[in-house]
């Protein structure tokens, strides 16, 4: 039987605010670690990006499994790149089995903010193993 009270599978929300001098991007783990925000400055991240980036953020977790303790190497490294080169997609993923590489159409996310994701999205998967098939 399922509990209705547990959190579903992992997931990631981009949300869009004001980060005034405060870098472009947060990434906030609530103390479950079934929800990862990341709260992106509005500046420079297009609203249109929000669904796209969910989806490929939540596509990334559900290949790991949580781990009690953070890990030296991560499960996966994340490259965030801009890229004018994506056709009639916003995002694209491409994933390996040590990272994924997410094209980012370039007028709608900075360089400093893609960069941000990069290192932050690695960061967070040091909590992560990947799960066997």
């Known amino acids: 039987m399922i509990d209705p ?3 579903p599978g992992p997931s990631v929300e ?4 004001p980060l005034l001098g405060a870098g ?11 929800l990862i925000v990341v709260y992106v400055d509005e500046r420079q ?3 249109a990006l929000t669904s796209s ?4 953020g ?7 499994q949580p781990v009690e303790e953070t890990r030296p190497v991560p499960a996966l490294r994340v490259r ?4 004018g080169e994506l056709g009639r997609e916003l995002a694209v993923a491409e994933i390996t089995p040590q990272e994924i ?6 007028t709608l996310m900075s360089e400093d903010l893609a960069t941000f994701l990069s290192d932050a999205g690695t960061m967070v998967t040091r909590d992560f193993i990947r799960r066997t098939p």
């Open 58 to 64: 939540t596509s990334a977790l559900n290949l790991l």
């Open 14 to 17: 981009f949300r869009r605010i």
């Open 53 to 56: 980036m969910d989806e490929l």
């Open 24 to 34: 472009p991007g947060v990434i906030k783990r609530p103390l479950a670690g079934h």
């Open 45 to 47: 991240f297009d609203p």
């Open 5 to 7: 009270s547990s959190p």
């Open 80 to 83: 965030v790149r801009r890229s």
């Open 101 to 106: 590489i997410i094209g980012v159409d370039k």
